[in-house]
């Protein structure tokens, strides 16, 4: 992994780290509401993202290190386990659509000016 991903992670606009489940298990969240949650086992990252249902279905059937999200609604969130073999710029892509869809359920006067 090339890139950082909390660094990437908390410089979204108005991105907070949070805590609530233990020091073990990292949330992001956009005026509180998560984005993405990192934790590790066995030593690996795993990073749950939010995606849409049918890019979610997609992106499992291209890639290994993608499987429905541990411990999330399945239909609308992913776990992206950290192991090499997908490309940082599709790991940024996917931290991106996570973002922009929790944003734009802010509601269109909150969301505006987070997404430009």
């Known amino acids: 992994m090339a890139f950082n991903i909390k660094k ?20 992001y969240k956009v005026r509180d509401k ?6 590790t086992e066995d030593k690996e990252i795993r ?7 049918v890019e979610a279905e997609q992106l499992r ?7 429905p ?3 999330m609604n399945k239909k609308h969130w992913n776990t992206v386990i950290i192991n ?8 940024k892509r996917m931290i991106d ?6 944003v ?4 269109k006067s909150a969301a505006h000016p987070l997404l430009q």
């Open 97 to 102: 659509n996570s973002y922009a869809l929790v």
């Open 69 to 71: 999200g541990y411990h």
């Open 8 to 27: 990437y992670l908390l410089d979204k606009p108005e991105a907070k780290e949070d805590f609530p489940f233990g020091p073990q298990v990292a949330v």
């Open 84 to 91: 090499g073999s997908i490309p940082d710029a599709e790991v």
């Open 47 to 53: 990073i749950n993202l939010k995606c849409d249902p």
């Open 61 to 67: 059937m291209v890639f290994d290190a993608v499987i």
């Open 104 to 107: 734009k359920k802010l509601g």
């Open 34 to 39: 998560m984005f993405a949650l990192i934790g």
